[in-house]
């Protein structure tokens, strides 16, 4: 089974009875703090919201339109919503093991803490922040400033509005370059030669290498849809930039199992010079020791989103030390973004929408 049908198959199936799984013991736990519920509802409105979150899903992996993309917004939205009424009732059940609190109480942390988080939550996720860091890189011939991106997740949920606002934000800066480490795509929807051309509007060049996402909808599409748009698609190729090396190392499957990490022999091109400073793109944050060693200056790397929304914050780091930030080891540095999109829920609570503007001085 190829890899984008196996994944629609992990996201449609395992996770969505999981979900329904949840809901049904959510439902009846919320239920219970109240007059109960009956068998017959509860796995009712389980079974209703998980049909709802489903169907649109399944019609936008086929074509994508306006109605099925905002039931998915909302139903995305939702999904977290109702893990943070996970949280809050089990809360409330801890909490009257010692302190009965009346129905009225629930009620009211009901109506207002969960849709406070998710209402602040969203807005967070679209409002896109610029964050500027200064690093030395040793022998540069002259100042470069990169706008490092990542993780646009380009599909249903988030398309051209976000597009839209990048170009506007990278256009009031006077940055050298724009660089894409990965994900351009999500990979809920098919992707044409129209999905970026906002991109096309953008005073600054841009450089792209795809990332694990980037294959789901067809490598071959994502490709052909970003030159469209005027993007320079990097992949196992190296482009001279203002003297700087820069190389595009993209995420590959069929190479590794483990995050990309044989991908680390596609470094030994035959012109790349280890003296020469240099600036490797990978989607995936691992290898930076490796690549270090080789005579890479700069890594850039997203993958993680920083986990996005709390509590993946805090659990991300158990799978990705260099989960969110600018990390530096004996003049070799690391950037890894928390991205601009976002993975399902468009929503976005202990990270930011982020660009990473780095100014490199010698």
Known sequence: M????????????FPNLMYTIFLYFLI????????????????????????????PVAIEIRKSNFITRSIMEITESVKYMFLLYGGLTL??????????????????????VVPIVAIYAYINAHRIKIKPYNLKIANLSEEVEIIHISDLHI??????????????????????????????????CPIDD??????????????FTPGNHDLYPGIENVVSAAKAANIMVLSNEIFYFKGLQIIGLPFSFEESTNYGKTSVNNINFDNFDPNQPTVLI???????????????????????????IFPMTWLIKLVFPFSKGIYENNGKYLSV????????????WGTDAEMILLKLTS
């Open 194 to 207: 129209t999905s970026f051309l906002p991109f096309k509007d953008s005073k600054v060049p841009i450089i």
């Open 155 to 188: 599909g249903s949920i988030r398309n051209e509005r976000l597009l839209k606002n990048i170009v506007a934000k990278v256009n009031s800066t006077e940055a050298d370059l724009v660089i894409i480490s990965g994900d351009l795509a999500d990979g809920s």
């Open 337 to 348: 973004t928390a991205g601009i999109g976002t993975l399902s829920p468009p929503m976005r």
């Open 28 to 55: 009846g736990a919320i239920a219970n703090l109240y007059d109960g519920i009956s068998f017959i509802y509860q796995i009712s409105i389980s079974l209703i919201i998980c049909a709802l979150t489903i169907i």
């Open 2 to 13: 190829d890899f984008v049908k196996r994944r629609h198959l992990m996201v449609g199936i």
């Open 91 to 112: 809360a409330i059940y801890i909490i009257q093991i010692a302190i009965k609190i009346p129905a009225e109480i629930i009620t009211l942390l009901f109506l207002t």
């Open 282 to 308: 990978y989607h995936i944050p691992v290898n930076w020791d490796i690549f270090s060693k080789l005579g890479v200056d700069l890594q850039l790397s997203g993958h993680t989103h920083g986990g996005q």
